[in-house]
């Protein structure tokens, strides 16, 4: 059953700019932590962004400056504004969330399927 769906990846070159969101399913009535988390070939998937639900946020630091997380708790979502792009941002990224709240009882942690993101030089 997925719980969270995430959108925005793609193509572009160093210095560009991309969007990620990442949206609960319907039947998902709050979220605690929600992160965005990258893996690449040969190494464990690492932690770029998190955000609380008050809104506060926490960063990898090599995306510091560069990237901002948000999220909008009315609709379950949260998003990853990606600015000056490098190579070495190439990766999936995933949306995770947790202590879930669904229609069917809690969820302790869901993770999104996947989204491409890649940097040319």
């Known amino acids: 059953q997925v719980h969270l769906v995430e959108s925005g990846g793609g193509l572009v070159q160093a210095g560009g700019s991309l969007r990620l969101s990442c949206a609960a399913s319907r039947n998902i009535f709050t979220i605690g932590v929600m992160a965005w988390y990258r893996q690449t070939p040969g190494k464990q998937r690492e932690l770029v962004a998190g955000i609380f639900v008050e809104g506060r946020t926490v960063y990898a630091d090599s995306v510091k400056g560069r990237f901002t997380i948000s999220r909008d708790n009315a609709k379950n979502t949260i998003f990853l504004q990606m600015t000056n792009l490098r190579p070495e941002d190439t990766g999936v990224y995933y949306c995770?969330?947790?202590?879930?709240?669904?229609?069917?009882?809690?969820?302790?942690?869901?993770w999104g399927q996947g989204t491409q993101v890649t940097v040319s030089s």
């Open positions: 995770n969330g947790d202590k879930l709240v669904s229609d069917r009882g809690p969820i302790a942690d869901a």
